[in-house]
């Protein structure tokens, strides 16, 4: 199974590396003048919103586990919605022999700029149901109702109009907005530093490092948990382009095994503020959800 898995990831990364579709109205690179200077936009907050005409390029934090560092710019807004997202997860740590199965539907990331370097996003998860199998643990059931909301705020440090090395900081909150017993009642706190790299050949390297400090069912104080995924991603032909990305987790707590996901994803841009988005995350290790598909879309106005 991990075989297969494997050779899905390698799939899309060797489409990438066959770059862009060259067509017959395609102009030679090399010819093309140099970008101009990027303009100054640092007088601009969301009470004096920046100019659509100077946004900078569409950018989003989903649809990988890696976020962007990129922030939108002062005074726009921007919707990043997970259409649907289905999981399906079979061999778990505890090896009860129990089948957990996810749908989620319409959690978005409602983000709004406050300053040219600094952005605010209010995430609530949306409606939740899981499905579990009969099995030595229990009967089958389900559970229905809202996730958690999250409170995010990025701040970029450097690279949000230019240059080859892009960083940023993104502080959250969660917030114990759930329902029906779909989490805890605690707030929990996170702190991740995402970064993209400009590479030769039109690749662009992205990674993160980020602490967690979630409370874990069934046991006393919070876990810390590491997790540090990276990526790479190119256009693949015009307006598509894809991303690969390898995602690990270790736990504080050594009852709680590390979590490796093979990541994997295509994204059209619709138009200049609109992309859509298929994803597919693949488990590599017991700890991680066997399988997790989702669609989504992304629109800035």
């Known amino acids: 199974m991990i075989m297969k898995r494997t050779s899905f990831f390698l799939a899309l990364v060797a489409l990438m590396v066959r770059g862009p579709i060259a067509s017959a109205g395609d102009e030679d690179a090399s010819a093309a003048p140099p970008p101009p200077p990027a303009p100054d936009k640092s007088q601009y907050t969301i009470f004096n919103p920046t100019p659509v005409k100077l946004y900078r ?28 997202s289905y999981t399906w997860d079979r061999y778990n740590p505890g090896r009860t022999g129990r089948t957990v199965q996810t749908l989620l539907f319409g959690q978005t990331n409602f983000k709004l700029g406050l300053t040219n370097w600094m952005e605010f996003q209010i995430f609530p998860q949306g409606y939740v149901e899981k499905r579990f199998s009969p099995s030595a643990v229990g009967p089958a059931k389900t559970i ?3 996730g958690d909301t999250t409170l995010r705020l990025k701040v970029n440090m450097v690279g949000n109009d230019g240059g080859p090395f892009i960083l940023g900081v993104i502080a959250s909150v969660k917030l114990p907005t759930n329902t029906a017993n779909l989490g805890n009642k605690l707030f929990d706190f996170g702190l991740g530093v995402p970064f993209n790299y400009a590479l030769p050949a039109g690749f662009t390297l992205f990674g993160q490092t980020r602490i967690d400090l979630p409370t874990v069912d069934g046991r006393s104080g919070r876990n810390v948990l590491w997790s540090n995924p990276i990526g790479v991603s190119r256009t693949i032909v015009r307006n598509l382009s894809g991303y690969a990305e390898f995602y690990s987790a270790l736990n504080s707590q050594r009852a709680l095994p590390w979590v490796g996901t093979a990541d994997v994803g295509l994204i059209y841009q619709v138009t200049p503020n609109l992309s859509v988005d298929v994803n597919a995350f693949l488990g ?9 598909v989702f669609t989504g879309i992304a629109y800035r106005f």
């Open 57 to 84: 390029a569409f950018n989003t934090d989903r649809s990988s586990k890696t976020d962007s560092p990129f922030t939108i710019d002062a005074g726009a807004y921007q919707i990043e919605t997970d259409a649907v």
């Open 144 to 146: 229905r109702g809202f």
């Open 284 to 292: 590599l290790t017991r700890s991680a959800d066997n399988l997790n």
